[in-house]
């Protein structure tokens, strides 16, 4: 089951800018347009917890 479109126009990074989130459905992650950090999808959820949060590695930035 894929994330639902609209669910994804909502989603927003939980820091305090709150900057739209960017997909990749192949990775199955959401990736902050602002900051960069990049969120895992597992078992079709979004998981926008700051601590599980990963930076981007240098080939991804």
């Known amino acids: 089951m ?5 669910l994804l126009d909502i989603l927003a990074c939980p820091d305090t800018h709150h900057a739209p989130l960017t997909h990749d459905a192949e990775a199955q ?5 602002e900051c ?3 969120f895992e999808i597992r078992d079709d959820i979004p998981v926008l917890l700051l601590d599980e949060a990963r930076q981007p590695s240098a080939k991804e930035a």
């Open 29 to 33: 992650t959401l990736t902050c347009t």
């Open 2 to 6: 894929a994330l639902d479109p609209q």
């Open 36 to 38: 960069g950090r990049i």
